[in-house]
């Protein structure tokens, strides 16, 4: 089955630095990857859409300046927090949807939870 | 993005024992999908269930879709310790840029 990959799966970071955190797609290539951020009991709240080769699209209340969304193939994206806080701090997972795939069904990485001190 | 709601957001029940979760949704749907997710890792896809569907199983899954209602349900039969998670159930607009809206979830835990 298709699998992604998250990297690093576990970040602690001081306040005020920059984290990147990287979704691959192992065996399959993806034309869109998905950003979300989970807090503690909480759903997944999407953050953003990176397409392969454009500029991510970011929903409503994220800062793109914030979050760097780099998309720069088919089998990679990359989210960097600039001047990470602590209210930074939560679980970001990305999926990744097939290049063709009728269904939409996407497929998730494993999570990286960033904790800002 | 607006979220669905799943009801109930908790449950316990002892093993073998059925779960019935529930989902509800706001807008027209090109499908539903459930995931599970256990502590603190990252989602699993359990079942896809297209707009033009009713029902679907898959091993111990059982999924229901009413369209006419925008709800969903996901029974799991015979449940096992291993069960215990948080499941949530996403939506697939027919429009857009096709990523998911997930529901607020429901965490089972099953007791042994």
């Known amino acids: 089955g298709a699998v992604v990959s998250q990297h690093p799966s576990r970040v602690i970071c001081k306040s005020g630095t920059s984290v990147k955190i990287e979704c691959r797609s192992l065996d399959f290539q993806a034309t869109t990857m998905f950003w979300y951020r989970q807090f503690p009991k909480q759903s997944l709240m999407l953050m953003a859409t990176s397409n392969e080769g454009s500029k991510a699209t970011y929903e409503q209340g994220v800062e793109k300046d914030k979050f760097l969304i780099n998309h720069a193939s088919l089998t990679l994206s990359t989210l960097t927090v600039t001047s990470a806080h602590p209210e930074d701090s939560s679980f970001y997972i990305c999926s990744a949807r097939e290049h063709i795939s009728s269904y939409n069904e996407q497929f998730f990485g494993p999570g990286t939870r960033l904790t800002v001190l | 993005s607006q979220q669905g709601e799943e009801d109930p957001q908790a449950l316990s029940i002892q093993e073998g024992e059925n779960a019935t979760m529930n989902c509800s949704y706001k807008t027209s749907i090109n499908n539903l999908q459930w995931y599970r997710q256990n502590s603190g890792r990252g989602l699993v896809h359990l079942i896809l269930?297209?707009?033009?569907?009713r029902e679907k199983h898959s091993g111990r899954l059982r999924v229901t879709l009413d369209t006419s209602k925008k709800s969903s349900s996901l029974l799991i039969t015979a449940s096992r310790a291993a069960d215990t998670a948080s499941y949530f159930c996403a939506t697939d607009k027919d429009t857009g840029r096709r990523a998911l809206t997930f529901g607020s979830g429901t965490r089972l835990q099953v007791q042994p």
């Open positions: 269930i297209r707009s033009n569907e």
